[in-house]
C-alpha cells in the first residue's frame, strides 16, 4: 500500500519541447535534442549536378576572352616592331568600329535610334578627346626604363584577366538591368592604364593615338559585342569563338611556336582540365541543411 502511494507520488518529467524563445525548460539541458531532431536533415539538397559538356561549353567564354586579349597583345608586338604602321592601324581601327555597331543592330534588341546617335556622339567626343591628348601620353613615361614598362604592363593584364567578368559586359549592355560590378571596374582601369603604358613606347604621336584608340575598343565594346553575340544564339557564339581562337592561334605561331605551344596549353587546360576537375570534385561535395540552418527570406526586401 505504502509503495503504491510513494510510486504515485513521484514526480513526473515534463516533455521537452521544440520553441525558439522559450528559456531553459525544466529537466533537459540547453543544447538538448530529442528523436526527432534528425528527421528533418537533408543531404545535399543544393548541390547542382553538372554536366561535362555543358561545363566545357561554359568555358569557352573564358578562352574566348583569352584570344581577344592575346589579339591585343599581337598587335601591340607587331606596332613595337614596326611591323605595323600607322596607316594600318587606323585603317584597323574603322573595320573594328564599324564592325561592332553593325553587329550591334544585328544581335541587340531593337536599339533606339536615340540610343544609337548617343553611342555615336559620344564616340565621337571620346575620339576627339584622345586624339588631343596623345602628345601627353606619347612623353608620359620617359623618365622610366622600358623593363619597368614591360612587368608593369603584364602584372595589369595579369590583374585584368583576373578581374574580368566572364559572364557579362564591361558597359553596360542596352536592355540590361544589373550594372557592370566594381571588380570588371578594375580591371577595365587596369587594361587602359596598360595600353597608356604601351603607347608611350611608340615613335610617333599617330602611333599613340591609333594603339590607345584600338586598345580602348577592344577593351571596351568587345565585351558587349561578344555579351550580345552570346545572349542572340549560343551556336553562334561558339562558332565565332571557335573561329577567334584558330585565328589567335595562327598569328601566334607565326610571331614565336613557344609562345603558341604555352598558348594551346593554356586553352587545354582552361576548356578540357579545369571542367573535367570540376565535375571530379563535385563527387566529394558533401552538404547538410535541417531545422538548425537560418531562416531563408522567400521575397525581395526592397519591395
Known amino acids: 500500500m505504502e509503495a503504491s502511494i510513494s510510486g504515485s507520488s513521484s514526480p513526473t518529467h515534463p516533455k521537452w519541447r521544440k520553441v525558439v524563445y522559450g528559456g531553459m525548460q525544466p529537466g533537459f539541458g540547453d543544447n538538448h535534442t530529442d528523436e526527432s531532431f534528425l528527421e528533418e536533415m537533408i543531404m545535399n539538397a543544393n548541390v547542382v549536378k553538372r554536366d561535362l559538356l555543358k561545363v566545357v561549353l561554359d568555358a569557352v567564354s573564358i578562352s574566348q576572352y583569352l584570344c ?16 605595323l604602321n600607322e596607316k594600318y592601324l587606323l585603317l584597323l581601327n574603322v573595320s573594328l568600329l564599324g564592325s561592332g555597331f ?40 620617359r623618365s622610366i626604363s622600358s623593363n619597368s614598362i614591360w612587368a608593369l604592363t603584364a602584372s595589369l593584364l595579369i ?8 559572364s557579362g559586359s564591361t558597359v553596360k549592355a542596352p ?17 587602359i592604364v596598360a595600353s597608356l603604358l604601351i603607347s608611350s613606347r611608340l615613335p610617333s604621336r599617330l602611333h599613340v593615338f591609333a594603339i590607345v584608340l584600338f586598345s580602348l575598343q577592344v577593351f571596351l565594346f568587345a565585351p558587349l559585342v561578344t555579351y550580345c553575340v552570346k545572349k542572340r544564339s549560343f551556336k553562334l557564339h561558339i562558332c565565332f569563338s571557335l573561329q577567334l581562337l584558330v585565328l589567335t592561334l595562327i598569328f601566334t605561331y607565326q610571331l614565336h611556336k613557344l609562345l603558341f605551344i604555352l598558348l594551346l596549353g593554356i586553352f587545354v587546360f582552361v576548356n578540357l582540365v579545369c571542367p573535367y576537375w570540376l565535375i ?3 563527387e566529394y561535395k558533401f552538404e547538410i541543411n535541417g531545422p538548425w540552418d537560418e531562416a531563408k527570406l522567400c521575397f525581395n526586401i526592397t519591395e
Open 68 to 83: 581577344i586579349v592575346s589579339l591585343v597583345v599581337l598587335v601591340w608586338t607587331y606596332t613595337l616592331r614596326n611591323t
Open 280 to 282: 571530379r570534385i563535385q
Open 159 to 166: 590583374l585584368h584577366l583576373f578581374l574580368h567578368n566572364y
Open 102 to 141: 553593325f553587329i550591334l543592330l544585328l544581335t541587340a534588341d531593337m536599339i533606339p535610334f536615340n540610343l544609337l546617335l548617343n553611342y555615336l556622339l559620344k564616340n565621337t567626343f571620346f575620339i576627339t578627346a584622345l586624339y588631343m591628348l596623345s602628345p601627353i601620353y606619347h612623353t608620359l613615361t
Open 175 to 191: 536592355g540590361a538591368l544589373e550594372n557592370p560590378t566594381l571588380t570588371s571596374n578594375i580591371s577595365l582601369n587596369a587594361s
